[in-house]
């Protein structure tokens, strides 16, 4: 296996793309990838995504994605790990560059979910988890998910209002992202008086249904600065599964996969949580923030959420998280949105996060969580300073 | 939903069946070849007591498409006595008329009315477990 690193990237604005359709959507994040890492023509291309088939009724993803980018003859493959598939595709590439398969490898994630009304987006995300055992009983994602904040508060002794600052957090990044959904900041008030989604789940502890594409390209590290004078080196890249539903797990309220996908990423970098400077984590619903915090090694368990009261997670924070809005404010193109995580690692660590920018950050990682955290692909990234 | 899916899932959905291990005796719901807990293949079928607590709950206020029925409806993690967690909807319950730790029966009922072909597909759902009064039936 050789090192790999990552040269370009690229991304549409995240949103309701009323005039842009899947390929356009694609094609754009791509084009844009490419030219940031002044490559003319990839040897492949990898897209993640979840629903084409069920909410755009287009499979075969890839080959679209590569005969509309102008590249009909590359090998081109579809990544699904239901909402990780934007990290997935990234595994993907990632392999087949170290691997020595391919040197040029293009990872798009994207999603268009806005065409379709609400309940058909609903079933769509249903598939996520066990379809026999969990979505044909009309069990919503949000319900399973609300299922374990509910269990997290009576076990911890939390109350709805303690999430907040996951929120408060997000959408405050957000404002500085160009590219992000929501670029409004809210308050503990505006959280508390938001609809509920799922009862205790609220709208604002759910991140938005949206459009979006995100692009990088990869190249094994020894030939990224032919392209580029700030490569970004991925340090660690692994994925971890669970059980699919939540029954058979000894306990809910444990993130196994995202546990075994981190340990796995500080394994293979020989580094430790605290060396960690920011995370992009899968903050979907504030729930899940907290279980990923949790999982990762960052708060003992129980302890995610105060972890977040402590102001641990802010810009200036110990360890900043959803740092240009996350899935909350940013949005969450489902299968989209593990590859813009890794497109504002990278941008973070190459200094190019505009207004978003941290001071003197030097190890980011990302992980992206699909279904009810059955899957987890997590990444470290890194420059040398 | 459609008809053979539905067929194949009736066992389960009816009579709550799982599979146990023949070596280790770890019941699985739903039913798999391979047990979790020691590996084994060999596997029996078994019928699940019906009977468990709620361990956790949340009220869905959006339903999935061809649920509309649900809107509203209780959504329960429940742990039956033989140890076996699961995720089912809740029934012959009012709103606020249950908590953490709740005992709860299963019941066959509807799960959605216009699934594919015309089918009506049932299931099992949980309702709240009503305590008998002691010597009610001495009175009547
Ligand atoms: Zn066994």
Redesign the interface.
Request: proline share 6%; no cysteine; glycine share 8%.
């Given at each position: 296996m050789r090192p790999v690193s990552i040269i370009g990237v690229g991304q549409t604005p995240v949103g309701e793309h009323w005039q842009k359709s899947l390929r356009e959507l694609a094609v754009e994040a791509v084009q844009a990838a490419l030219a940031d890492a002044g490559v003319e023509r990839p040897d492949a291309l990898f897209a993640g995504n979840m629903l084409s088939g069920g909410l755009c009724e287009q499979e075969n993803l890839a080959t679209l994605v590569a005969d509309f980018s102008g590249f009909p003859g590359i090998e081109a493959l579809k990544i699904e790990a239901a909402c990780a598939s934007g990290g997935a595709v990234v595994r993907a590439a990632h392999m087949v560059v170290a691997s020595g398969a391919h040197d040029l490898v293009v990872a798009v994630g994207v999603e268009k979910m806005t065409d379709l009304g609400?309940?058909?987006v609903?079933?769509g995300l249903?598939t996520a988890a066990?379809a026999?055992?969990?979505?044909?009983?009309?069990?919503?994602f949000?319900?399973?998910n609300?299922?374990?904040?509910?269990?997290y508060m009576?076990r911890y002794g939390y109350a709805r209002r303690d999430f907040s600052p996951f929120v408060i957090t997000a959408h405050e990044n957000g404002v500085h992202n160009p590219q992000a959904m929501f670029r409004e900041a809210i308050d503990e008030k505006d959280f508390l008086d938001s609809?509920?989604?799922?009862?205790?789940?609220s709208i604002l502890d759910s991140s938005p249904v949206c459009d979006g594409a995100a692009a990088v390209v990869l190249c094994p590290t020894e030939k990224a600065r032919s392209f580029t004078e700030r490569p970004v080196q991925i340090l660690a890249s692994a994925t971890a599964t669970d059980?699919i539903?939540?029954?058979?797990?000894k306990d809910?309220l444990w993130f196994e996969s995202a546990y075994l996908s981190a340990q796995r990423v500080y394994q293979q970098a020989g580094v430790s949580p605290k060396d960690i400077n920011f995370f992009e984590l899968h903050d979907a619903f504030t729930i899940v923030s907290a279980l990923s915090l949790e999982a990762c090694g960052f708060a003992e368990r129980g302890q995610g959420v105060r972890f977040a009261q402590e102001c641990n997670i802010h810009r200036n924070g110990k360890l900043p998280i959803s740092t240009q809005g996350g899935l909350k404010a940013r949005g969450h193109p489902v299968g989209a949105s593990g590859t813009y995580q890794i497109l504002e690692v990278v941008d973070q660590l190459r200094g190019r996060a505009g207004e978003a920018q941290l001071g003197n950050v030097r190890i980011g990682m990302a992980q992206s969580i699909g279904g009810m955290a059955s899957v987890a692909v997590t990444h470290l990234l890194g420059v040398e300073v | 939903?459609n008809l053979p899916?539905y067929r194949r899932?009736q066992p389960?959905f009816y009579r709550l069946q799982a599979a146990r291990c023949t070596a280790c005796r770890q019941v699985?719901?739903?039913s798999r070849t391979r047990c979790?807990g020691c590996g084994s293949a060999s596997m029996e079928p078994v019928r699940l007591s019906g009977q468990g607590r709620v361990?956790?709950?949340?009220?869905?206020?959006?339903?999935?498409?061809?649920?509309?029925?649900?809107v509203g409806?209780l959504?329960?993690?429940i742990e039956l006595r033989e140890g076996?967690?699961?995720?089912?909807?809740l029934t012959d319950v009012e709103p606020d008329g249950i908590g953490?730790g709740q005992e709860v029966e299963m019941v066959l009922r509807r799960?959605?009315s216009d699934a594919e072909q015309g089918l009506i597909?049932y299931?099992y759902k949980f309702r709240p477990v009503l305590k008998r009064q002691a010597g009610a039936q001495a009175q009547s």
């Open positions: 609400g309940d058909g609903t079933s249903a066990d026999d055992y969990e979505a044909a009983h009309g069990i919503t949000t319900a399973l609300a299922l374990l904040m509910r269990l009576e609809p509920m989604v799922a009862e205790p789940i059980t539903g939540l029954g058979p797990r809910p | 939903m899916r899932l389960a699985h719901f739903p979790l361990l956790s709950f949340a009220r869905m206020l959006h339903a999935a498409r061809g649920f509309q029925d649900s409806s959504t329960a993690l076996v967690r699961l995720v089912a909807q953490i799960l959605r597909v299931g």
